[in-house]
């Protein structure tokens, strides 16, 4: 039988080298990564370290297919009074390592970490001196009231030049932290393979806590600067409340007030210091073009090829082009002055005498334009869309918003991203007629105003997502209305060799759609049926295009049918097993079931979400484990509701026996649940069954999933897994003769 004082806990962490080394190692519990852990520490001299309140003897990194991989003291006769042992058990030594060498990167000298700093005990606090100990960083691990911080940090004030603070997961410091001087630095380290990753980050008030890595933080006379703190003269200040500086940029250019005339200026949005406006813009320049380049007409216009645009020696605007590529255009929209200013009247046609474009001309400039911003993960506003699409000075209605949007929607699939999402208002969040076009779309949820830009902003990054992954290159806007006009008159609106090679283009495209097709790859299929779409000449062309979508939509529809199953699959293992996994491995199930759930969008995933929520919430209580104390004083409770389990008996789960206790046994670390019941039998005869057996599974059918590691931790025979159940039955029936 095991000693009566040893923690039979699996050990996670130890050091390396020597019993009093600040040198952290962890080991996995996965066995998969066991042989990464062999080839990083070749040496193999581990010790159960004094500075993580071990005993200072050695220590054996132990692999196991059937269980979690630990590692064990060499010698069984070790009384070991080590009260942590779990993967964050080493997290003090870590972060001390960490911050030790950044602080030499950053060029200070007399660096020195010192774990147990006098009237402390170890993973309490951890202190950093540096500049031959003038300066220090306190890392808080430990809770403290807020008397006591005051009155540490009053003390250490006094005794050093310099102090920054860091508080730990745990510490809820960090509120009169931030109250002091509006932002606090955390410290936390996470699982990477092998090893424990430190970050920092910075919290402010009614914000969540921005994590980075150490290497993207700097130190600066007042302190330490993250990524989202902004060092001025007088102090380190959160970079949000830095005001936007009108600085030049480098490569900006100076305007005469007479190169440029400016028109159309529509606000966009606005700052505290800023307003926004989309304009159009009609420039005096100069044009550069190779010796050989055909001269430009006068009557027509014209497209830059290859352009550069910077200033001639005498101030004008310099164009440099390789080629122009020319555009029809009316004699008389092109005239200009002697002085190359437009004629007097210059004014855009009203509404009345501007022909509107059909709605489909509307719908596919609409579509084309939200599309290309998701590809370059931007957004627009009202009036770019208006512009692009030929609509000078027409006001629409948001119920002819939503109908026209509606319409860009088309054709949805589930989880297929809203670009309507990518329009913004004139006060930079969602559209006014955003809510309108959801409801049109047939959104199922209930949303409120305070809502809708959270679904707007969580819709725009989809859209961004979406698109970024479909094609690298955007296609180009398509024709003007005006351009559409002035190409009138063309046999069947364009001449016959244009037709020819439109027809052409539409081949080629089809034939890449097909390749694609063939390959399985959808997203190159739907990129080239999209080109495809914008070249079809005639009815049947369109046609068949439609017949391709159509394929296109279904199979969309069965990859996300697909991808939900795979989803579906998670949670369903996440809710039989989840009690019993590992932190690391349900973190791992969570992540991957987060991911898919954000493929096929929050609609289908609702209820896969609710469970992914509630586990995450778990995970949470389970990262705090039980000290040997507090496993003790479970396993009393525990072994006296066994044994009036089996006087009555018959069998319990591990839910009921935690309401007949009144202990938050489901929250527990498997480990620390192991521990639990290894010490509720552990005065158990040999020649009698393990109280442990009563404890079920769901449905009472099968033992407990963690009833092979207890007879393991407690030396009793272990019978392989399949012969598994017939050993508890057995153990059942032993009890029930025994009452």
Known sequence: MPNAEEDTRKVQTAVSGHAGSDLPVYLPMDAGEFSAFISRYSQRAFFCGTLLGGCGQRLSPKQYRDRKCHFAHVSAAVSCGRTEGDEASADHLYIGRAIADWLKRQNQRAVQPVYKPKGHQVRDVIDVSYEAGRRLVRVQLARLSKREWEESDAELGARYAGLNWLFGPDSLLANWQIDRQGYALRVQCRSLGATREVEIGTQFPDRPVEWTSLSECSLTPEGIVTPDLFHTPSGIVPRHAVPATPALPASALPLTPASVLITDAVLSHATDTHRFFDISIRVNARLSLPAQAETPDVHHAYLPMGATLSLDSDGTWLIEARALHRIRADTTAQQKTDS???PADTHDPSPQEQPLPSDADIITSFRATLENAARSKNVVTMATLCRRASLHNHEFSVERWRELLVQVEQPRTPGKPILSALIKGRGGGPAP???EVLRGLGWTKDFSDAELPGIWDRERRRAHAAYSRSGP???????SHEARIRTSGRIGGMRADAAAARRATFDALLDLAHEARHAGDLDAFEQNLFLAERAAW???AHETVRGLTDWLVDRRGDELHEIWERLSALVDRL???????HPDQLRRVLRSAEELAEEIGEELAAEELRDIARWRQHLTRANKRLTLSEMRGHAVAVRVALRRTARAGHATTWGELALRIGAPLAALH??????????????????????SALITAHGADQPH???RQVLFNLDRPTPPPEALFMHWRMALRRHSELR
Do not use: C, H, I
Not at 473 to 479: E, L, M, R, T, V
Not at 575 to 581: F, Q
């Open 340 to 342: 190359g200013w437009p």
């Open 433 to 435: 007629f955003f809510g």
């Open 473 to 479: 290159a955007n296609p180009p806007p398509p024709p």
């Open 538 to 540: 005639s009815t049947d």
């Open 575 to 581: 809710n039989r097993e989840g009690d019993d996994l």
């Open 670 to 691: 498997p480990d620390d649940k192991v521990a639990v019941l290894v010490e509720a039998d552990r005065e158990t005869p040999d020649d009698r069954p393990l109280l």
């Open 705 to 707: 999933p963690l009833y």
